[in-house]
């Protein structure tokens, strides 16, 4: 008996949270327009003319951005320095964003971005003319 | 589940309902204007620089993850018997999108995945869109069709 009644006013706080959650993301502009959401949840079927909850989802497509994007810094800083030559390469350091962070950020959510492999004619294609005489 | 890159979702995203050769251009321009913002979106999480078929593909997974929403939030709308969702069908929606099996077991609480949304919007720097998107009305343009509204107004 008390279980129950212990869940069921975890529940109504819960429903609280969440109906102060939507009145606050009326003060709050997600970085997805509000257009845009409505247009593809209206593409998908799924009709709403609740602002509050296309900022909900807004506001979740942000933060799942965030996640992936964070997910792939942390795959590029993880990898390997390569070899320095040169002083001015040692001092560019820079975060790219690459579709090899990308994917492997991605796989942890499900998702299968990967390019097919690439298969060269014979074992010297694609390497360097200079390192090839070598 | 594999996603291909939907570039084809954005350029025919049309909010300005350009059509033919202009349209194109248009969708082209407003594609800019999107990848522009994804840019000062990445920097805030220390991504100075991409690559254009990295930044595209994020751009599209985006697109598809707000249709999953919108679809599965739908679905149990359709299942409820009702026609327009309300917000326990995004937060169901949500919860089932954010779990690996894809299948929501119970609601009995509230989400976890919804208290990282809250714990979120609470951190995270506000960024709103901060380029123009005129209608036909504002630039003084007429649309090439006569069901094509000119303004918001004449939506509802």
């Known amino acids: 008996m008390n279980h129950g009644q212990q ?18 993301l009326m003060d709050y ?6 257009d845009l959401v409505e247009h593809y949840l209206a593409k998908s079927g799924f009709q709403c003319p609740d602002v509050r909850l296309i900022r ?9 951005v965030a996640d992936v994007a964070s997910d792939a810094l942390h795959h590029c800083k993880a990898r390997p320095a390569p070899v320095v030559k040169d002083k001015k390469q040692q001092k560019d350091k820079r975060l790219i964003l690459t579709m090899e962070d990308l994917s492997k950020a991605l796989c942890e959510y499900g998702v299968n971005v990967k390019h097919p492999e690439y298969f060269a004619d014979s074992p010297s294609t694609g390497i360097d003319p200079a390192t090839r005489e070598e | 589940m594999v996603l291909h890159v939907m570039l084809g979702e954005l350029v025919s995203l049309n909010m300005s309902n350009g059509v033919g050769e202009g349209g194109r251009s248009q969708s082209r ?6 990848s522009m913002q994804w840019l000062r979106f990445a920097k805030s ?14 751009i599209g997974i985006a697109v598809q993850y707000i249709y999953s929403i919108g679809k599965t939030a739908q679905l149990y709308a359709s299942i409820a018997g009702i026609a327009e969702g309300i917000s326990l069908d995004i937060v169901q929606a949500l919860e089932g999108l954010g779990s690996g099996s894809g299948i929501l077991v119970t609601y009995c609480c509230l989400a976890d995945v919804v208290k990282d949304i809250i714990r979120y919007s609470g951190e995270a720097e506000e960024m709103p869109f901060v380029y123009a998107r005129p209608c036909f009305y504002e630039v003084g343009a007429e649309p090439p069709d006569e069901h094509i509204p000119v303004s918001r ?4």
């Open chain 1, 29 to 34: 502009t997600p970085t997805i327009p509000d």
């Open chain 2, 29 to 34: 321009e407003k594609r800019k204007l999107f």
């Open chain 1, 7 to 24: 869940s069921g006013e975890a529940k109504q706080e819960d429903d609280a949270a969440l109906t102060e959650f939507l009145a606050s």
């Open chain 2, 45 to 58: 999480v220390e991504v100075t620089m991409y690559k254009e078929p990295a930044l595209d593909t994020l």
């Open chain 1, 56 to 64: 909900l989802v807004a506001v979740a497509t942000q933060k799942f």
């Open chain 2, 153 to 156: 107004n004449q939506i509802v």
